[in-house]
């Protein structure tokens, strides 16, 4: 079965456009102040949101248009600073090289295909320039590292270029770190800041969601080198190590913390309705009637059982939720083929229905299917269609048996589940209680980054010229990877920023326009 999700965008005049503006028109007679706040020095720290990485890869324009890189601008207006620095990359492609071998991905950019439907997809226009081994000469008064979790900005040897190949250090930070042992945090702190910004956290939660759950809630484990890619810190240490970070940074300096937002609220995570099987599909549609036979004796085995709620049944008059695998189900796999063989179903075939959805359901509204999905749904899974050949099948009942998410249910890491959702939600607000309270005992501003994008995701935030959403592609919110900000979305929490300064140390600070930010940038120079 082809791949027949389409990614649905509202190419509106003013939504994309090919390079954003990087300065607003500021009216003659404004008169700005930096009250109790000293911009002279400003030093951001964080990861992928603070250094610009935005569309899948880190790239010139993206970072110019980083939310520290806006705020720069407008405490300039205010005060005479010492310039705000960036390690920026060599050119718009994205990737990086690391001694002549490309070791991360190129942007994505919005391409129409020959039936015109836009969706994303890797710019080939030009080959990616930027040499991990170069090192720029710093210091560099952005310090966010795409990729960092809270711990990283305290770990020696997090930027050394030698540990990039074995996966023990950064490729972004080892550009420009002072040393190979040196911390993100030794090389802010080196620059004696003035004021700083800090939004890290993100991934501590994130990199367990975006993976499907693929990870662990890591509760009461205090040793970061036990941690896996994809677990979650524990709370109780995340807020020590957020303690004694802005402890640190605040002795001499003001700052503004951000909290972090809820997954729930990201494009990634919304894109993919969890109804996304159409009847209206020519693909899909004609097979309603023979896949719901199909499934009739493993409903009437669910219900004997007493699980009725994993019944698979396929609408013909409405778009029905695709099957996946939820793993906090009990694994019914055994009694599921002792029933099937008790009904009167062949033993080989019993046996091949137990094992495959002892564990499966149709997905609900509480379920969230990530981005990565779109292109998985409806196809045939062809590693499935191996293992189930080497069970004995032939390769057509393989083939339709191995179709994801109408008869092979969808894998953990294309599937959020309820449950998991519910572990991403726990931690995340517990991550913000730490970070308000932290805020709050060392006189910080603090921006409710979580309840910004929220509201961007139900309502949206007017500007002089429209409303900007978290709509994937037409919202101008996010870039096309459905978690990184556009330039525009990066305006919105500059100026949140402003807004929880001007608020705490009395300035007057310029707000960014945010209409004159572009978003998306569409291209043909594609695979």
Partial sequence: MKNYFKYIAILALGVVSCEPELENAIEDGEVYSNGEADFSNYVALGNSLTAGYADGALYITGQENSYPNILAGKFALTQDTDGFTQPLVNDNAGGLILNGSQITENRFVLSVNADGDPSPARYTGADPTTEVSTKLAGPFNNMGVPGAKSYHLVAPNYGSVSGVATGMANPYFARFSSSESATVLE????????????????????????????????????????????????????????????????????????????????????????????????????????????????????????????????????????????????????????????GGVDPATATLYGMQYGQSRQATAEDLLVLTSAGVIGTVNTQRVQELMALGLDQQTAGQLSVNGVTYPMEDQYVLTESEVSIVQSATTAFNIAISQIAQDN???LVDANAVLNKLDSEGIAFDGGTITSAFVSGGAFSLDGIHLTPRGNAVIANEIISEINATYGSNVPKANVGAYGTVTLSQDVQ
């Fill in 187 to 342: 090389d802010a702190l080196a620059q004696q800041p003035t004021f700083f910004t800090l939004w890290i956290g993100n991934n501590d939660v994130l990199s367990y969601a975006t993976s499907g759950g693929v990870g662990e809630y890591r509760l009461n484990e205090t040793d970061p080198t036990l941690y896996g890619e994809n677990d979650i810190t524990d709370p109780n240490f995340f807020a020590m190590l957020y303690g004694q970070m802005v402890g640190v940074l605040a002795q001499n300096a003001g700052g503004v913390l951000l909290n972090i937002p809820n997954v729930t609220s990201a494009p990634y995570f919304t894109a993919v309705p969890f109804a996304a099987l159409s009847p209206a599909n020519e693909d899909f549609g004609p097979q309603i009637p023979t896949l719901n036979a199909t499934f009739a004796p493993l409903n009437q085995a669910f219900a004997f059982l007493g699980v009725p709620e994993r019944s698979v049944n396929f609408a013909t008059d409405a778009a029905s939720p695709v099957l996946i695998k939820d793993e906090s189900l009990a694994d019914i796999s055994d009694q599921l083929t002792e029933v099937l063989i008790g």
């Fill in 443 to 445: 006189g910080l501003g």
